[in-house]
Structure formats: C-alpha cells, structure tokens
C-alpha cells in the first residue's frame, strides 16, 4: 500500500538466514499473494528478486512457512497490489513484477491472499485523516466520504464482492488442491482514537474503525460464501494498534519508531500475525477462521 519510503530502503536491504522450522508439519506447497499488508514493507529484512515489492523474510507468510514446514513456498505478496494485479503485471517504482496467480501450480496445497484495501483507497483514506490541530479548529475527514448521504468508501467496499468471488473462483482454478485462505486486516484504530498521540481526532478515529469492521467482514462474508477459511487479524491486533508503546503496538503510527511503513505492520505485527495464521491452517484454533469478526 505504500511506495513513498522508497528512500529508506537501501539501509534496510540485509541477508540473513532464517530459522529451521519450529516443528514438522504436513509438507505443503505453500503460496501467499497480497498487498503491504502482507508484504512488510521496510521490515528487516527486505528481499528480492522483486525489490520494488517491498517486501520482507520476516512477514507473516514467511513465519507461517517456517512453523508448518512447508515442502515448497513462494511469496508474491507486492506492496501496491490490488485485485488486478492477481491477473496482470504490477508496476513497482523498481520495475514490473508478474502477476501474483502465475505462482499457482496444480501442485499448490496452501494460499493465503490478504487484497483489497488499495482497491477502495485505503492508504489515502487514513493519511486523509491526519489532523494536526484538535477540534474544532481541525477538520474531520470522514465528512469527505459523504456522497448525497452515502457512505462512498462503503459503497466501494461492497463494489468489490463480485471481484473477490471471481478471485477465489480463479484461485482455485489454478491450484484444485490448494486449502484457500483470505486474510483480514488488523486494527488500526481504536475507539475514540489517542489523540494527539496519534493524530486522528476522536470522530475520525472511530469512522477508521467502523469502516475497517465493515471491510472486514464483508471479506469474511465472501470467503464463507465461496466455501473458503478466512483468518481474522483484526481481534488478534485489539491492544496492538498505533496509540499503544513501541514494543507493544503491531501497527505503526504516521511516525513509525520501528522499522516498517507508516500504519503497516512491524516485525512484532507480523510475528503475532503469524501465530494467527499459522493456528488456522493447521486447525489448531478453529475460531481464527470464523466469519464473524
């Protein structure tokens, strides 16, 4: 979801060799196709071939794969992504990278895709939000999604139903074997914000989060309806959003004190990401992929 930190990536393009798995699991083939969401952007360490991906050895599909032990595994999740991009080349700032399902094989066992959020803007919509003065000098954003009394970023949400079910659908065509996951996004506000800790008036904050509870559970609602696990990460992160400490919060402010884009996951979001992730598609906690949020 985020190109703009560009800058910082020479300084956090590091090698290092990942841990053996935790345990042996069933051998999987395991391929995870995403956004920034899932990619981790400016998380240490920021790997190629696809540099312009923004992508890190330490998201929570790289954790996931180590902890099952999985067999085969590729990461194409691409900051930036959207829908679209499943089907056509992305354009990155470091040139064009493949589409993501040119990585399924018959041979696929596992997929999870965490899309959708650049689909409806989602990026601009909380950067729309920073209000550096308090009310009522500063002015509340979610006025702008307004439209002849419509909520716009709820319409767009809905709009992007039938393209998930298409998705799922082409997935599955491309990989028969393959258990599917969709994946959530997590808390990014909590209710009535922490302002000015973190810039968002109280209004504000709480539009973040009902309209981050709508998207959520209408990709709950379409993977149900296409008879595949969806993996909540929105309650996982509950007490882990950007008003929290450094060392507590998964989610990084407008200002990031870890290495990661702002309102992105650092490398504790993804670690606890990946313990969510990892528990639902092993079936060890049957509620991580519930539908209901």
């Known amino acids: 979801m985020v190109r703009r930190t560009l800058t910082l ?11 053996p798995p935790a345990h042996a699991a069933q051998a999987e083939v395991y391929v995870a ?12 360490n920021q790997i190629g071939p696809d540099y312009g991906c923004l992508r890190s050895d330490r998201n929570y599909a790289h954790l996931t794969a180590q902890a099952i032990g999985a067999s085969g595994f590729r990461d194409v999740t691409c900051s930036g992504a959207k829908t679209t991009d499943m089907y056509q080349p ?16 018959p041979a696929t066992t596992l997929v999870t895709v965490q899309i959708g959020a650049n689909d409806v803007g989602l990026t601009d919509f909380i950067e729309d939000c920073l209000n550096l003065l308090p009310p009522p000098i500063g002015d509340a ?3 702008d999604y307004m439209d002849n009394g419509q909520d716009t970023w709820r319409v767009r949400t809905d709009a992007l139903r039938p393209r998930l079910t298409t998705l799922v659908s082409d997935i599955r065509a491309r990989a028969p074997q393959a258990r599917i996951f ?14 000015p800790r973190v810039p968002i008036i109280r209004a504000d904050a709480n539009y ?3 309209t981050l509870l709508y998207f959520n559970q209408m990709l709950a609602e379409q ?18 959003d950007p008003c929290t400490s450094p060392g507590v919060r998964w989610i990084e402010p407008y200002v990031p004190a870890a290495p990661a884009a702002p309102f992105h996951p650092n490398a504790l979001g993804m670690r606890g990401f990946a313990t969510a992730v990892t528990a639902a598609v092993t079936g060890a906690a049957s509620g991580a992929v519930s539908g209901v949020l």
Do not use: K
Not at 35 to 42: F, I, R, T, Y
Not at 223 to 240: K, N, R
């Open 9 to 19: 990536l020479a300084a956090l393009l590091l090698t290092s060799s990942l841990a």
């Open 33 to 44: 196709l995403g956004d920034s969401a899932a990619a981790g952007p400016l998380v240490p």
């Open 90 to 105: 992305q354009s990155t700032e470091l040139g064009d990278v493949p589409p993501q399902l040119d990585a399924l094989t």
């Open 141 to 143: 954003c979610n006025d």
């Open 182 to 195: 969709v994946v959530g996004y997590a808390t990014y506000a909590r209710p009535n914000g922490c302002y």
């Open 208 to 210: 973040i989060r009902a």
């Open 223 to 240: 993977a149900a309806g296409a008879g595949v696990g969806f993996i909540d990460l929105q309650t996982p992160s509950v007490g882990h």
